[in-house]
């Protein structure tokens, strides 16, 4: 193992990756990634891997639009030797109150505004998109073509290969157990293979963000809660783009090999490091999709399995330095959106360590918004 390093980076995810292979490409020549298991062992290969342009807020639209322009260019960007299997079939988001249904129009007006191309459907025009869908208790549903869903395995794997051919050192089943700081400044890191010197540390640790911000004394506003998710058999195609329903917290997609995945948001999750999954949630989630896709009732559930949603009081991640420790940074509390935002937190935090202007502002996402009281008011969050 390297013993000196420009940058240490925690977690071998897609956020970790992701920023690795953005400094390698920036030229930092001395990049290691810390994974304490397997690559995308943590909540990216345990995710839906949905990825959507439809937001509420400025902000996270635009950072969406970026990522998604991104992932369309993967394969080439990252000299990829296999498939990162983007599908742009379409999110099809669903209302089931009035409340929402306006909340709806002011998202699609705004996205518009920034380009992206989502449009509101009467639920005729959304049965046009999803025959199966039950429309009885639905208000209307809003679309967008260019959004879609992806293979988190290929994807991590393809920036993980890429940022490796342009050097950075990748360390799987190596955990760091402490960071070392000399009067407010990073100093270096602890693993189970030894010690590297360092004066930039990145967390990008997940569901274990909190764990990491202790060893440098900080008390990070984020907690861990576990998110169930399931697959079915494989079946004929049927759906074609990705189903959400905020008001029920739920999401459902069909894979390019035939299975159905679905998962539900449920805040009774227990809210620690748990990935054990249940009963309670396969009957719940069973039940609610077919009130919502009827001819799912018949259908042979192969395996379920649940992951961590990294949560801060606004559920929206924090990117960018501490104030508090020079040459620490974040990107962490990712809530159920990290896996789509990741090539743009990859250049995004690239920038800020680097000190650039970034591609898009991030101000607003640092840690001190907490302090500020300055949350981020999201409608469009599970
Ligand atoms: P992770 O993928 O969790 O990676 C962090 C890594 O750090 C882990 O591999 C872990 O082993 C490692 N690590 C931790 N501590 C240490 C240590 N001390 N030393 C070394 N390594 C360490 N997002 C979307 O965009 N779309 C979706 O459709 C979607 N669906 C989801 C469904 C479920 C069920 C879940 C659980 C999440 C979902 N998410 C989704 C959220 C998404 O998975 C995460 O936001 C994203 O994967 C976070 O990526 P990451 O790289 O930051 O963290």
């Not at 690559?39 to 839906?48: D, E, K, M, P, V």
């Not at 869908?133 to 073509?145: E, G, M, R």
């Not at 396969?282 to 042979?300: A, G, S, V, W």
């Not at 990741?342 to 995004?348: D, M, S």
Request: glycine letters at 10%.
């Amino acid at each position: 193992m390297i013993r000196t390093a420009d940058v240490v980076v925690i977690g071998g995810g897609i956020s970790g990756v992701a920023i690795a292979y953005n400094l390698a490409k920036k030229g930092v020549k001395n990049v290691a990634v810390i994974e304490k298991k397997y690559l995308a062992s943590g909540s990216t290969g345990r995710c839906g891997a949905g990825i959507r342009q439809q937001w509420g807020t400025e902000m996270n639209c635009r950072i969406a639009k970026f990522a998604c322009e991104l992932f369309e260019n993967a394969n080439e960007e990252l000299g990829y030797d296999g498939d990162i299997e983007f599908k742009q079939g379409g999110y099809l988001m669903i209302s089931s109150t009035e409340k929402e249904h306006e909340q709806f129009k002011k998202n699609v007006e705004l996205q518009n505004r920034l380009g992206i191309p989502s449009r509101l459907l009467s639920l005729e025009e959304a049965k046009e998109i999803v025959p199966y869908l039950n429309t009885d208790p639905l208000v209307s549903a809003a679309f967008c073509q260019k959004d879609g869903h992806l293979n988190p395995f290929h994807t991590t794997e393809a920036f993980a290969k890429a940022a490796e051919r342009l050097g950075v050192k990748i360390y799987r089943f190596t955990e760091v157990t402490d960071i070392i700081t000399e009067n407010g400044k990073i100093k270096g890191v602890k693993t189970t293979k030894g010690d590297i010197s360092t004066s930039i540390v990145v967390n990008a640790a997940g569901g274990y963000s909190h764990v990491i911000g202790k060893m440098v004394g900080i008390d990070l506003p984020v907690y861990s809660e576990r998110h169930q998710i399931l697959v079915s058999e494989a079946i004929e195609p049927i759906l074609e783009p990705m189903v959400m329903a905020f008001a029920l917290n739920l999401y459902c997609q069909q894979v390019p090999h035939g299975g159905i995945i679905m998962g539900r948001g449920d805040d009774t999750e227990p809210k620690d490091l748990r990935t054990t999954s249940g009963w309670r949630f396969l009957d719940e989630m069973t039940k609610t999709i077919i009130n919502i896709l009827p001819p799912l009732k018949n259908l042979r559930m192969i395996r379920q399995w649940a992951g961590l949603y990294n949560l801060t009081p606004d559920r929206q991640p924090i990117l960018g330095p501490v104030d508090e420790i020079e040459g620490f940074y974040l990107a962490v509390g990712f809530s159920g959106h990290g896996f789509m935002f990741g090539p743009a937190t990859g250049v995004l935090l690239a920038e800020s360590i680097l000190g650039e202007e970034n591609t898009l502002p991030i101000d607003m996402l640092n840690l001190n918004r907490f302090e500020k009281g300055e949350l981020i008011f999201e409608p469009a969050v599970v």
